[in-house]
């Protein structure tokens, strides 16, 4: 009887005793520590719970472990230039900001800093959708205004070949001579930098300014030089596209400070030689750097509609309608006399076919826009074009100067194409879809044109469905990629890295 009781009254003190510890009482502090630890917690957007699969003592329930992800969002500098020749290599990179802000759980903030020689003025622009997180500054690059009166018309393919004699870095004159623009710069404690490896300007150097920045991150437009390849660990690979000044690229940047690298092209847009030997080293860890976002920039999901006016040339042409453009890079007006040849040749062969119709882009760009002026009974000429509109709109052939951007809408649209490079990557684009069968290229500066393209058009047209089968290929594994997607999710995997 004794021992029973004495159990009873121990059970009843073990109770109380439990009871009172598993009650907080309403008087007691918090620690600083976890008062402290709470806030953080409820600060950071970025905790995950995991479930340990194991349970505590006098408890069923398995216990939960939160893990606070500490590393700082990304704050990222993207250094770029704009000029009337380089249009697409501004809206390459501006998409990637765009990208990279809209991730708000990752990235903190991004500057955009562009070199320009197209304005006479110095702008800070700050998109509202972006709610601050994203700035756009805008600044004269006088070392490159020498440039702006060149025509692409001339023969300057000799700019692309190897000059020893030049080590100079536009980009890096253009800072060394605004140090007051550097300490604005510091001011932002970026930790990632970004820059365009130019074929021409080459110097991730320039990131030495920022002690702060701590990866490293190549871009680029354009199809990789070859110089660039084999600093990238593609021995095997080579293009039609030299690389110039080679004295500017520093071997030890690209294969030991680069952290990572992205190129606007697809490898199975490229040579089917240099395809295989992408594909074969995927999975090297030296290549996992170097990551391929061709048609970035494309907007995913319906086509843009025509506007009412192209809508009623593509009504009215019984066997299809031609677009003849060379880009934003190419100005085609009555300024220039080749120009005014190469399109007098254009309108004189597409007498030959008066079921189609022909839009020319003809003339400067201008601030609004423009209507179309009737070159003859079937060619339509207008300043700017809405090329996706119109290339999504049923087009049956494209002829273009080969830059990569309209490289990779046609291919988008399965749209057959002609094309006319005239310097840098375009020679390889163009040669490497010919080595595909999808497309025919000419010589804009050939004396004798006027054969040539009629010569290429008979043959496209004679095996159209071949060529179209061919580009549905490709269009399809264009259409399959997600760059935007893998590009984002590299930058998330980088943030952990810091």
């Not at 699969?53 to 990304?74: A, H, M, R, W, Y």
């Not at 903190?108 to 562009?114: I, Q, R, S």
């Not at 300057?156 to 140090?179: A, C, D, Y």
Request: charged share 25%; net charge neutral.
């Amino acid at each position: 009887m004794r021992n029973i009781l004495f159990s009873t009254v121990l059970c009843l003190i073990l109770a109380s005793i439990l009871e009172t510890d598993a009650t907080p009482s309403p008087n007691k502090p918090k620690s600083s520590h976890s008062t402290s630890q709470k806030e953080t917690s409820s600060k950071n957007s970025n905790i995950t719970a995991e479930t340990a699969g194991t349970s505590s003592p006098g408890n069923d329930q398995p216990v939960i472990e939160t893990f606070l992800d500490t590393s700082p969002k990304l704050r990222v500098l993207i250094m770029t230039y704009r000029t009337r020749v380089t249009e697409s290599h501004y809206m390459f990179h501006r998409k990637l900001a765009e990208l990279l802000v809209a991730d708000t759980e990752n990235v903190e903030k991004v500057l955009l800093l562009v070199s320009n020689n197209g304005s006479a003025n110095e702008t800070n622009e700050e998109p509202p959708e972006f709610d601050g997180r994203l700035l756009v500054w805008t600044r004269i690059n006088h070392a490159m205004l020498k440039e702006e009166h060149s025509s692409v018309w001339d023969d300057i393919t000799k700019m692309f070949l190897p000059n020893g004699n030049e080590v100079r870095s536009i980009q890096l004159e253009f800072l060394t001579k605004h140090p007051v623009l550097i300490q604005q710069l510091q001011e932002f404690k970026f930790n990632v930098g970004v820059m365009e490896t130019s074929h021409f300007d080459h110097s991730l150097n320039l990131f030495r300014a920022f002690p702060t920045i701590k990866k490293y991150i190549g871009s680029q437009n354009t199809s990789p030089t070859i110089a660039q390849w084999k600093y990238l660990g593609y021995d095997k690979i080579v293009g039609a596209m030299p690389g110039k000044n080679l004295a500017r690229i520093v071997e030890w940047d690209v294969k030991h400070r680069m952290d990572l690298y992205f190129t606007n092209i697809q490898p199975f847009l490229d040579f089917p030689i240099v395809e295989q030997e992408i594909e074969q080293k995927r999975k090297n860890t030296q290549q996992n750097r170097v990551n391929f976002i061709g048609g970035i920039t494309m907007t995913k999901g319906k086509v843009p509609n025509l506007n009412p006016d192209t809508k009623q040339i593509f009504e009215s042409a019984k066997d299809g309608v031609v677009l003849l453009s060379f880009g934003s890079a190419v100005e085609m007006d009555d300024g220039d006399e080749r120009a005014v040849s190469v399109k007098n040749i254009v309108v004189d062969v597409f007498k030959q076919y008066p079921q189609m119709n022909l839009i020319i882009k003809w003339g400067k760009r201008p601030s609004s826009g423009t209507v179309y002026n009737k070159l003859s009974e079937n060619v339509y000429a207008k300043s700017w074009l809405e090329q996706e509109a119109i290339l999504g709109g049923g087009l049956k052939l494209f002829i273009t100067h080969g830059g990569q951007n309209s490289i990779n809408e046609a291919v988008k649209f399965s749209v057959p194409i002609i094309l006319f490079p005239f310097f840098g990557d375009q020679y390889n684009n163009a040669e490497a879809l010919a080595a595909r069968g999808v497309s025919k290229v000419l010589d804009i500066r050939s004396k004798t044109l006027n054969n040539d393209l009629t010569e290429a058009l008979h043959e496209i047209f004679n095996k159209y469905s071949e060529h179209k089968a061919g580009m549905d290929e490709l269009s399809k594994k264009m259409n399959s990629v997600e760059p935007a997607k893998e590009f984002v999710e590299k930058f998330r995997q980088l943030r952990k890295s810091l």
